[in-house]
């Protein structure tokens, strides 16, 4: 790593040779299979973008440039260029970011682990840096999928509307058709498209001909036609021309000096440029060109050398949805599945092969995928659309006003919900069940566990004529927690055992050990303790309000945030049926959250079985002091 440890910003890079620089991209590789393989992140990407990254830094001057990445996975290399090389650590806490943090590096202008929103903001800057006068120049890292999301087309369309406000888009293209002679020829053309001469060329040409009777006009749309058809036979670059952007490309992204020399034209080209840079997804690292489903595009911890994970775990939530899927798909021809670009993560990749005609990839576009699943289900089909519960809030206008307004039976499953923690703020499902509890007629199951989610995924899709929601958690599933009694349609966890019960414990989905295990320390506080689990949070159950009536406290628990969430929604059920009992809700408060391990995070906010217990002693001991205080107060004075 002799070159690598030597760059601590990016100007470092302007005194490498070209020979260096090869070098360096070698070592920048190297490092990132050795580190990532011990943490995990997202391998493939950034192998794929290391020359195009270098090349960015030595064009343009961060951070007065404003250099902007979408997604951000795609920029540990970025990170290491601008003098992050510790990654030791990287998504623990205390540790690096698994994307830009503006806490990290004057270098992150943004923290988008969102998809498709790199355009608006770089349009935003653009716009800023014009009306201020200032000479910066932005650019815009967009690729591995993120033009598929609407909203970098609604960009795409304003950033065109300005012929003369500078701006760079960079789409890294990571598809597997490279064709490196194309690229040559296309990068020669483009150095004649993008210099100011040229365009003084055409339009003093336009002039010219539309002002020479009767043959001028035909004359120049007829040489014009030729040459745009041109242009598209050797390079696709129609559909940005269209929009009146300059292109230049596609370029060899893993060419250093083919890259500069774009690069350096878009940047000196008074407005916006499209540069497409055909890049390798896992590039330099065989076990990520080998992996056929995704390139390494994120790994957990692995063997360097094979890419084999070091251990595996039991089961996951995913792959008991998945299993579940496939055979409800078998079941019922009815049965259809969306995605947003996340097949395997989601787990409807055997569903996939079982029905590959049943089975719709949308694209990073949540909110067409929301408004497609109504159509299906108005079409006479059952869609169930499965998305992290951190991207369902990108299409909740379309929850609301296109599937429940019209009552449609549409099945949403909310993957990887509540605390997830590496990923750190954005990726937290945390918000799912505050958002959705406004939307009429909705249903919504959270599971405790496996055979649960299997039980209430068949429910959802039952229901016609209202949109139904299940959602759980990332990672492992524990061991069935069974049920001992039913009231309504609530499973009873734990019976107090006692016909005046202290606590009424309302249990939501994964948490469901960890309330039996404060229900077990509250009981050695001599706090009796009825646990429950509603199974489905909203509506709440009717049998709720006269349980909770027969105990002196109602504690709510669940993996989401207590603003709006589901122990709002228990405390306006108990106000609405005249039940005067003391709650307290525990849950994520509304903060963003720092990246670090699941427990680590649950610890922080105080969402553990001590800390809970411990607060729910104390609400009890202070009940028990005040009715003591009455009946003092009340009792009859001696002699």
Partial sequence: MALLTRIRTPRDLDRLSPEQLDQLAAEVR???????????GHLGPNLGVVELTIALHRVFD?????????????????KLLTGRQDFSKLKMKGGLSGYPSQAESEHDVIENSHASTV???????????QILKKDDHVVAVIGDGA??????????????????????IVVNDNERSYAPTIGGLANHLATLRTTDGYERFLAR??????????????????????KKGLKDFIAPQGMFEDLGLKYVGPIDGH??????????????????????????????YQPALQDEAD???AVGKIHPDTGLPISTSGADWTSVFGDEMVALGKEREDIVAITAAMLQPVGLDRFAKEFPERVFDVGIAEQHGAVSAAGLATGGLHPVFAVYATFLNRAFDQVLMDVALHKCGVTFVLDRAGVTGTDGASHNGMWDMSILQVVPGLRLAAPRDADQVRAQLREAVEVTDAPTVVRFSKGAVGPAVPAVGRVGGMDVLREAGTDRPDVLLVSVGALAPMCLEIAGLLDRQGITTTVVDPRWVKPVDEALAPLAADHRVVVTVEDNSRVGGVGSAVAQALRDAGVDV???????????????????????????APDIARQVTGLVSRLDGRFEAREQAVEPARD
């Fill in 30 to 40: 190297t490092f990132l299979v050795d580190a990532v393989s011990k943490t995990g």
């Fill in 62 to 78: 961060s951070p007065k440039d404003k250099v902007l990445w979408d997604t951000g996975h795609q920029s540990y290399v970025h």
């Fill in 205 to 226: 040409g336009k002039d010219i001909l539309e002002r020479t009777p009767v043959v001028g006009k035909p004359l120049y749309e007829t040489l014009h036609g030729a």
């Fill in 582 to 608: 003391p709650l307290r809700d525990f849950g994520i408060p509304p903060v963003f959250l720092d990246h670090a391990s699941r427990g680590e995070v649950m610890a922080e906010i105080g969402l553990t």
């Fill in 255 to 284: 060419d250093i000096e083919a890259l500069e020399s774009a690069l350096t034209r878009a940047k000196r080209f008074g407005g916006p440029v499209i540069v497409h840079c055909l890049t390798e997804k896992g590039r330099g």
């Fill in 147 to 168: 033009l598929t999301g609407g909203m970098a087309w609604e960009a795409l369309n304003n950033i065109a509307a300005a012929k003369d406000r500078p701006l760079v």
């Fill in 119 to 129: 355009l608006g903001w770089a349009d935003g800057l653009a716009k800023a840096n």
């Fill in 295 to 297: 390139r390494f595009h």
